[in-house]
Every structure is written in structure tokens, then in C-alpha cells.
């Protein structure tokens, strides 16, 4: 039997729950319905939950742009608690562990020749003053286009680039040198500002709470959608648990996940293009609870296996960033879960831990935030500039819709216009 909603949102990350949240204060006596695969809600950005089974990917810190908009949506209903409520902490120190020995200084310095230092030595800080200069005349205006191929003059196994390379994957960014170094200038300053840490499944609850009370939203958790085609006006949906119909679809998922069940045919061109002819960073993570919390730095880099280290109490997650290809040759991950276990093993004896916990989590994500880095890139996702592209019956939002090099950004605007564009 097919169950219908009025609207129904694939997807139960962070995007899907606010949309929700802001549908049901436009159209206060639709029905909505969240679908979402996770027992809980909180997509990519979720904590551990070990009696839930989830387990945290390191991917669930924002900036400051986004903290204060989830603030301000909470605070459109006086009965919720303030964003600072569901605050877990804000990553302040980053770390790099070299030769056994772990050095520590401030995310705010990681780009400096302080940073440079803690990851490659001194022979990086004394170079620093090349990629300082560089940055100058791009502040200046000078060069500002050109991809860090063009901008650097020098070789790119000079101290300094090497430690680049190592701190712009804290960015997102995969390949520095097809990157414009503009871009990337942005991105490093919005990095220091992209740290809150919330609990991400009880935010998201927070804001639907009171429709969900009204019986106006429902949360369909543990249901993967396997089909979507529109027929008599009517979005038809198969999932793992029924059939289900709207008048409105909207897609809270990335478009890399999103084409698995949704048909090119139902796509606006310049979107489709999107996933097509760019590629998001994979992260192949390792998570593992150890028994006792330990002192280390909010964010760790181990240069020598090229992999991040992203601590939350007794939980660590071990990140290794890869193209988005490299993730469907199985050998390739295979090496990249490798260079995580020996990342773990040196972290580990850093502190004198040696014990095998047998509780770790191994997951393979999409990351959707790290685009558009490339040249080519850009000019496809410029072509989502002022999101045309959203209709009345289909809606798209999330961290990858948009022109923006931000993910933060990009899911801010396609849900204030998504949402407005909805039509029931």
C-alpha cells in the first residue's frame, strides 16, 4: 500500500532536516515526510552513536556562517534551547606527529611558518617566506587567477610546498597545484572558522521537534529509497519500507548519491553536469573508541601517511583524502586503509598504547564540500548561480548545490531558495 505525503525530503542530513523545518512553517497543514537510511538523523555531519551503531567520519565540524544560521533557525521557535545548548566544543589546536614526536599550535597558525614547521621542520619554515610572498600579491590583486602551478616559482618538492600540500587536505583541497591559488587563499581563511562541533542528530531533532509533535513531519529512518519517477503529477517512490508518494520531492542528498535512485531525465541540465564533469574527494575513514580519553590536539596531521587525525574525546577518526576515481580501483583503497592503520599504530605509540581495542569502524564517503577546486570545475558549477535551476515539484539542497567553493555556503542558499520555490 502506498503511503502519500504532501512533500517528502530524501535525505535526513542536515539540509533536509532545516528545509523541513522551514516547508512546515511556510505550509503549516502539508504533511511531510523525511526519508533518511541512518537509524538517526544528522547525515555526514552525525557523532558516534555506538548503541545506534554510527559511527563519526570526522566530517562534522562548520563555520561560523552556518553555526548562526542553525542558531537563528532554532531560535524562529521560543520553546527550543539555543544552538550553544547542543555544543560539543570548537577545534581550536592542530597537531602533526613526526618521527614518534607530536608537536602542537593553533588551527588560526596552521597556515604560517610556525605550521610549517610543526609538519615539515625547520627547513619549511625557512622557506616559508616563498609561499608568504606568493600570497602577497594575490592579497595585492596580482596573479590572482592562475592555478598554484602558474603562481609557484618553485620546485614542488621544495620544505614549504610539501607542508602546503599536507595542510591544504585539511581544506578540502585534494591537488593544491591545479587549485587556484585565490581559492585556495579563501579556503585557508575560512578553515580557521570552520570548527563547531555540535550534536548533530539532536540538532536536527531540535528543529523538526514541533512539527513532528503536530503530527506534520515524520521521520522514516532506516529506509533507503531505490527508485524515483514522476507520473500524473505525482512523485512515486520505492523504498526499503513501501511505496511512497508526494507532490514534492526534494533531494537532500549529494548528486553523486542522488543518481543512484533519481533519473538523469528528471535533472536540470547545468545540474546534472555536476556530478558528470566534476569529482568530489573521497575520505576513507578509520574510527575507533579507545578505553580512556587522551590529551591530543582537536586535529593531528601525519604527514609521513598523508592522513588527518580528528579527535573527539575517546574517539579518534583517522581520515585519508583520495580522488574521487582512485575510490572505484579497489587496490587504491586498499593502500588508503593501509596508511591508516599505520597512522593509528604511530599515533597510538606517541602514548604508549599499544592495546588492540577491536572496536574500529572503516567507511568509505564522497565529499561533496572539497569541489570545485579545479578550473574547469568552477566554470561548470558557476552555471548553478542563482538556482534556476530549482522547480516548483523538485527541489535540490545541500553543501553541493551551488557556485559556491563553500559547502556551508552552497546548502545556506539552495534551502532559503528551495524552499522558496516549492509549490504545493
Not at 305 to 314: D, K
Not at 381 to 408: N, P, R, V
Request: charged share 25%; net charge neutral; hydrophobic share 40%.
Amino acid at each position: 500500500m502506498t503511503t502519500s505525503y504532501d512533500i517528502l525530503v530524501a535525505g535526513g542530513g542536515l539540509s533536509g532536516a532545516i528545509i523541513a523545518g522551514r516547508l512546515h512553517e511556510r505550509f503549516p497543514d502539508k504533511t511531510i515526510a523525511i526519508v533518511e537510511k541512518e537509524p538517526l538523523l544528522g547525515g555526514r555531519l552525525r557523532t558516534t552513536d555506538q548503541n545506534a551503531g554510527l559511527w563519526s567520519y570526522g566530517l562534522n565540524a562548520i563555520n561560523e556562517n552556518l553555526y548562526e544560521f542553525l542558531d537563528q533557525t532554532l531560535k524562529n521557535h521560543p520553546d527550543n534551547l539555543e544552538i550553544s545548548s547542543y555544543l560539543i566544543r570548537k577545534r581550536v589546536t592542530l597537531g602533526a606527529l613526526s618521527a614518534g614526536k607530536l608537536s602542537s599550535g593553533t588551527i588560526a597558525d596552521s597556515f604560517s611558518e610556525q605550521g610549517a614547521r610543526s609538519i615539515a621542520g625547520a627547513a619549511a619554515a625557512k622557506d616559508w617566506t616563498n609561499i608568504d610572498e606568493m600570497m602577497s600579491k594575490i592579497e595585492e590583486g596580482k596573479r590572482n587567477d592562475q592555478p598554484m602551478a602558474q603562481a609557484w616559482k618553485g620546485t614542488r618538492k621544495s620544505p614549504a610546498a610539501i607542508a602546503t600540500e599536507h595542510l591544504t587536505r585539511l581544506y578540502g583541497v585534494p591537488d593544491i597545484w591545479s587549485c587556484n591559488v585565490m581559492d585556495l587563499q579563501a579556503k585557508i581563511k575560512d578553515y580557521s572558522s570552520s570548527q563547531w562541533v555540535c550534536d548533530w542528530p539532536k540538532l536536527c531533532e531540535a528543529i523538526i521537534k514541533r512539527a513532528v509533535e503536530l503530527g506534520k513531519i515524520t521521520v522514516l529512518t532506516e529506509t533507503e529509497i531505490a527508485e524515483a519517477e514522476e507520473k500524473d503529477g505525482h512523485w512515486q517512490l520505492a523504498t526499503t519500507g513501501g511505496p511512497l508518494q508526494s507532490k514534492v520531492l526534494v533531494v537532500s542528498q549529494s548528486p553523486w548519491d542522488a543518481l543512484r535512485w533519481l533519473s538523469k531525465e528528471h535533472w536540470p541540465n547545468p545540474l546534472v553536469n555536476l556530478p558528470v564533469k566534476t569529482k568530489p574527494v573521497s575520505a576513507v575513514i578509520l574510527s575507533e573508541t579507545l578505553d580512556k580519553e587522551i590529551e591530543i590536539p582537536d586535529v593531528v596531521v601525519i604527514p609521513a601517511e598523508n592522513v588527518q587525525v580528528y579527535a573527539e574525546g575517546s574517539i579518534l577518526s583517522f581520515q585519508a583524502t583520495v580522488n574521487y576515481e582512485s575510490t572505484l580501483v579497489a587496490p587504491d583503497v586498499v593502500k588508503a586503509i593501509r596508511r591508516l592503520k599505520r597512522a593509528r599504530t604511530k599515533l597510538l605509540a606517541a602514548f604508549d598504547i599499544s592495546k588492540e581495542f577491536g572496536n574500529q569502524h572503516i567507511a568509505l564517503q564522497p565529499v561533496a564540500w572539497s569541489q570545485p577546486v579545479t578550473a574547469s570545475e568552477r566554470r561548470v558549477a558557476s552555471k548553478l548561480s542563482g538556482y534556476k535551476w530549482q522547480a516548483a515539484k523538485l527541489i535540490f539542497c545541500g553543501d553541493a548545490y551551488g557556485d559556491s567553493m563553500f559547502g556551508d555556503v552552497n546548502l545556506i542558499n539552495s534551502v532559503i531558495e528551495g524552499c522558496q520555490k516549492v509549490s504545493v
